[in-house]
């Protein structure tokens, strides 16, 4: 029997598990079933490293690896002080070829930061199915579209179109970002290997970069989406910064 954490972040739940563990494709996929498994949107395992860092490894509930999760990184960030795998305040979280500075004083756990990443976007559109889409990077793929109503937004039927487009090697998260103010979005994510979730914290991170850049928005940015709200800004190094919950759900064990 395996122990496992069920966490949730603004709604985008994960199940998560202390490493080294032995997973593959279809055990992910059997998991993250909200019929026959504990049901998630992707399992997370989180590796010891040293006193101040930790590594983490994340799936989509497909089954397929994925470079990088947003909300995944505060409940890794959370999982780790909780397990006593680091001291509580400022350490670092390796995720892929980064190591990202993450900060929880083990107190309020509405309140955990993260950096995100580094995000690449590209100056110009490309235009998929009559639509203009911004490709962006923040360590996995994304497209990002502004629309005028973010409730209408054709999220699931261009969404599951747009992932798969052969312009994309490995697919691509879509975001849909609807600018409130210069220091609020709203955004909905079609997720590469989940379909739409509540949230998905690197779509809101790029989405804030995109709406600074290209329409006027302006650090701090105050993002919505359906799980909740989340602060994000960019620090000195040029990161992305991201302060937002990292909630447990469940403690239990899985064979």
């Not at 980064?98 to 993260?114: F, I």
């Not at 235009?127 to 973010?150: D, Q, W």
């Not at 979730?197 to 790029?206: F, K, N, R």
Request: proline letters at 4%; hydrophobic letters at 35%.
């Amino acid at each position: 029997m395996k122990k496992f954490t069920k966490m949730q972040g603004l709604g985008n739940d994960f199940i998560v598990f202390k490493g080294p563990i032995k997973l593959n494709g279809q055990v992910i996929k059997k998991l993250c079933d909200r019929k026959d498994g504990i049901g998630a949107d992707g399992v997370i395992e989180v590796l010891p490293i040293k006193d101040n860092q930790v590594g983490m490894n994340y799936w989509n509930a497909d089954g397929s690896l994925a470079e990088r999760c947003g909300n995944g990184l505060r409940c890794t960030a959370r999982f780790a002080v909780d397990n006593k795998l680091v001291n509580s305040g400022t350490f670092t979280i390796q995720s892929g070829k980064e190591s990202l500075k993450v900060n929880w004083d083990g107190t309020n756990p509405n309140r955990v930061e993260v950096q995100v990443g580094i995000a690449e976007l590209a100056d110009k559109p490309l235009e998929l199915f009559g639509t203009k889409f911004y490709i962006a990077n923040i360590g996995n793929p994304h497209a990002i579209t502004f629309v005028e109503n973010i409730e209408t937004a054709p999220v699931k039927s261009l969404g599951s179109k747009v992932e798969t487009d052969n312009h994309f090697s490995s697919r691509t998260n879509v975001d849909f970002v609807q600018v409130i103010t210069p220091s609020k979005l709203r955004v909905r994510v079609w997720e590469r290997g989940d379909g739409e979730t509540l949230a998905c914290g690197t779509g809101m991170a790029v989405c804030s970069i995109a709406a600074v850049r290209l329409k006027g928005a302006k650090f701090p940015i105050n993002v919505e989406v359906k799980g909740g709200t989340a602060k994000v800004w960019q620090d000195d190094e040029g990161y992305l910064r991201m302060t937002g919950p990292a909630q447990i759900v469940s403690t239990d064990e899985t064979e």
